[in-house]
């Protein structure tokens, strides 16, 4: 008998190697998601171009590290280009060439993209050695394991963020992709990443100048975690860690550990951006053929937000979950969304076409597509320069109740 | 610490070997537990008889990659107390949903004239892992070897949880007729 519990067993015996290939390019023994990048090589190439356009413009008129920084990440999420007014931007210093000497946390940016707040911000100053990343945690000094972390504290709750910018041994700086991090609970307790109460505080190192020592972290914090109306306060400090373990006889250890705070870079308050969303739901929803099963499905509408649009649909045959049905309706509905654009009142548009990801076992089938330029990175729109949506071969305007006849 | 070492301070019955690997891999065993069980003290006691196991089995085994070797041991824990603890399709986690998805892959779930036997079947999914691309491979393992969530994998892996489901969705169809083709379900 093969049932789905012997299968998962089989796959525990799969090969070591392609375990152990997983492990490492998933970047599973650090316990964090690595950053997107292995499909991303041609939006790096523009982002990198976009912000060596920036920062040549910036160094050109004397902007602060901070204002250089607010202007790179604008670019980044093409802020400008889709007039987001869900960004925003607040004051910072001005140009300052030397750099600080007093520990500094300096709030650049946050928008709300219905789901999750982003905030990014600037800490200064972190030296060379302070702002590396790398796989290896730890490096050993005189006899000692030292490490550093940085610890982020959000509205005052007494969980911590914890993140792990270090050496890694070889005096080679690593990638500056996403750092390392655990949530702690107040007992001490690790809280496991699978959980949302582990995922409403990622914090993920942008990047770093060390001309004016000053790195850069985005900061998302989960809407539903948080009281919309309250202001949120990031706090940030960076501590040193040292363990050693000293041999007095055999099998006789004595681990001593030692943790210390090298600085605490202070807090910032804000309050969340209100968010952009429109919905759309036809009247009369468009209706599409499934040729291969002479049947026929409906487009009943979508939910857009600044990042994210969600398409609803539905078929004559959705409560067939036989691979054959569902199979050809994936096909189908992948077909019938293919070609279909988000666009602007400026003449702009942006593909929003998506693949259906599974069966459902609903009337309606979701199918999520993520905002992108030209299908290589993430951008942000501003919802409320949408004037129309095109889908299925036919252009229908907004606002969000269309009737398809029309 | 280098694996060797680890495994050295196993060899010599060090105690630090169990400290130096819960050091080393404890928050990994964890995950990998936890994700199964979705319980934090199953998943620990997981991980403790993962420790126990280890220190049983070397010497005389001198596993070269400990990270594979430990998760082995780990995940075979934790499916057994899946096993004993929960009935099936009960409780949370990602067990449940994977055990969910994997039943696409098999076309008659009671079928007596389809007795399997395990070896043939691991050697299946083994070649047929191996037949994967990297992405689906990958996607593949991590979502029914780890267990993690698909979120999670999407987020590793860089691509949107729409692509990584929809990669799964299809890898599965491929498994199923592939064990089909083998006669295997």
């Known amino acids: 008998m093969l049932d789905s519990i012997t299968l998962l067993c089989a796959v525990g015996e799969i090969g070591e190697e392609s375990v152990l290939d997983t492990i490492r390019v998933l970047h599973l023994l650090n316990d964090q998601p690595h950053q997107r990048h292995t499909s991303r090589k041609i939006w790096r190439i523009v982002l990198i171009a976009a912000i060596i356009a920036v920062l040549l413009t910036a160094c050109a008129v004397g902007y602060s590290i901070h204002q250089r920084r607010q202007q790179e990440l604008r670019a980044a999420h093409e802020v400008e280009a889709k007039h987001v007014d869900a960004w925003v931007d607040y004051e910072v210093p001005g140009f300052a060439a030397a750099v600080p000497t007093e520990p500094t946390l300096t709030l650049l940016s946050t928008y709300n993209d219905g789901v999750f707040c982003w905030a990014f911000v600037n800490v200064s100053p972190v030296e060379d050695e302070e702002a590396v990343t790398s796989v290896d945690q730890e490096v050993l000094e005189n006899g000692w394991v030292h490490w550093l972390s940085y610890h982020f504290m959000l509205g005052g709750d007494e969980s911590l963020y914890s993140a792990y910018p270090v050496w890694n041994g070889k005096g080679e700086y690593g990638p500056e992709d996403l750092i390392s991090n655990e949530l702690v609970n107040s007992d001490g307790r690790l809280i496991p990443r699978v959980t949302r109460e582990a995922q409403h505080r990622e914090v993920k190192k942008q990047c770093y100048d060390p001309a004016s020592k000053t790195m850069t972290f985005k900061c998302a914090i989960l809407l539903e975690w948080v009281d919309p109306d309250k202001p949120i306060t990031l706090e940030l400090s960076l501590w040193d860690h040292w363990q050693r373990s000293e041999k007095h006889a055999v099998n006789d250890y004595d681990i001593q550990t030692q943790d210390e705070l090298r600085r605490s870079f202070g807090m910032v308050t804000f309050n969340i951006p209100a968010p952009q969303f429109c919905t759309i739901r036809f009247n009369n929803p468009p209706v599409f053929a499934n040729d291969e099963r002479g049947k026929t499905g409906s487009i009943l509408g979508a939910d857009i937000s600044a990042t994210q649009i969600v398409w609803h649909l539905t078929h004559e045959e959705w409560e067939d979950e036989s691979f054959e049905v569902s199979l050809s309706w994936i096909n189908c509905i992948d077909s019938v969304l293919q070609g279909a654009t988000l666009n602007f009142a400026d003449g702009t548009s942006l593909p929003c076409g998506g693949s259906v990801a599974a069966p459902t076992v609903n009337s309606e089938i979701e199918v999520v597509s993520y905002h992108t330029m030209d299908g290589v990175g993430p951008t942000v729109i501003d919802v409320h320069e949408l004037a129309s949506v095109t889908v299925a071969g036919k252009t229908y305007p907004l606002p969000s109740i269309i009737d398809s006849q029309n | ?185």
């Open chain 2, 1 to 185: 610490m280098e694996d060797s070492a680890i495994v050295d301070l196993y060899w010599q019955r060090s105690d630090r070997a169990i400290s130096e690997t819960d050091r080393k891999y404890g928050r990994y065993c964890h995950t990998i537990a936890y994700n199964i069980c979705a319980d934090n003290e199953d998943a620990e006691e997981c991980v403790n008889d993962t420790w126990f196991s280890a220190w049983n089995s070397m010497p005389d085994k001198r596993p070269s990659i400990l990270s594979t070797f430990l998760g082995y041991i780990t995940r075979n824990f934790a499916i057994d107390r899946f096993k004993l603890k929960n009935a099936r399709k009960r409780g949370g986690g990602e067990m449940p949903l994977a055990l969910d998805e994997l039943e696409e892959c098999i076309s008659s779930p009671v079928d007596p004239a389809h007795e399997v036997e395990q070896k043939e079947l691991e050697s299946a999914v083994d070649a047929f892992v191996r037949g994967l691309s990297d992405t689906e491979r990958r996607m593949f393992i991590a979502r029914y070897w780890f267990l993690i969530p698909v979120a999670e994998i999407s987020e590793r892996m860089g691509c949107s949880q729409s692509k990584t489901k929809t990669t799964l969705y299809r890898t599965r169809n491929k498994l199923r007729t592939y064990l089909q083709e083998e006669g295997l379900c």
